[in-house]
């Protein structure tokens, strides 16, 4: 009797498929079927972040244009009241000005050719106070600016006094360092008492010895037109409450 020839499939039991597996393409089968698995999963995608907020664009300033020193040099002077100092400037017109850039803080601004110049305008105080000063007081003074100006001539480039109509002046440029203060003390007759004076002062901000050395000439012709005019007095500063220079 015959019998049928084995189903080769169903011979194939899972003893002899071990013993062809060796253990490495088992192995090798395992990091396939990992890999395949791990690339079935979809990645978590990442968390979203917020766009920055939007800014509205700066806004532009268009600054006026700084003169040619052609122009500074040529520009017609006019005279300009000083505020409540009862004086006149003939200054570059129409360059300079006076500004106020903080409460109770006036200047006068403008281009000179190697640079812009600040120029504040105060009146004088005495212990957070104003007051007038008396002739004794303004000739002290004076004679303290000489003093000091004869013990150190190097560092006093200048000092003059002289008067000014009824008014006196008072002029000091001194080397500080890399910088010159230079400041023009204007007493202008004031109170009830002849011969008491109400103290002004002009002063540059920030001039260097260098801008100095290069304006001289042009600053000096400006500041050499300083004029004292009567008419432009406004009431007796000295017990008043408000005013471009007073204290609220």
């Known amino acids: 009797m015959n019998r049928p020839a084995p189903d080769p499939v169903s011979s194939f039991t899972a003893p002899a498929a071990a013993r062809l597996l060796s253990p490495a393409l088992l192995l090798s089968l395992a990091a396939a ?4 698995v791990g690339c079935d999963d979809t ?7 917020a766009a920055p907020p939007q800014t509205a664009p700066a806004r532009r300033i268009d600054l006026p244009e700084r003169p040619t020193t052609q122009q500074i040099l040529t520009a017609r002077r006019q005279p300009l009241p000083l505020g409540e100092i009862p004086a006149t400037l003939e200054v570059p017109d ?11 803080i006036v200047v ?13 305008l105060s009146r004088q105080e005495v212990d957070n106070r104003f007051t007038l000063f008396s002739a004794e007081r303004v000739k002290a003074m004076i004679d303290a600016a000489q003093a000091d100006a004869a013990r150190d001539p ?5 000092v003059n006094a002289r008067d000014l109509g009824d008014a006196r002046i008072l002029e000091r440029r001194t080397l500080q360092g890399d910088t010159v203060a230079w400041t023009i003390n204007l007493f202008v007759p004031g109170g009830d ?5 109400v103290p002004y002062q002009l002063g540059f ?32 500063p000295a017990n008043a409450p408000k005013g471009l220079f007073n204290q609220p």
């Open 43 to 49: 990645p978590t995608p990442p968390p979203s972040v």
């Open 33 to 36: 079927f990992a890999f395949v």
């Open 154 to 158: 190097a560092r006093n480039l200048l």
């Open 108 to 120: 006068l601004q403008g281009p000179a050719p190697a640079g812009d110049v600040t120029v504040r």
């Open 205 to 236: 901000l920030g001039l260097t010895k260098a801008q100095y050395d290069a304006d001289r000439d042009f600053l000096e012709s400006t500041f050499r037109t300083l004029q004292y005019v009567p008419s432009l007095r406004k009431a007796d």
């Open 193 to 197: 008492t002849p011969g008491n004076y």
């Open 94 to 104: 129409p360059y300079w000005k006076l500004n106020e850039p903080a409460p109770r």
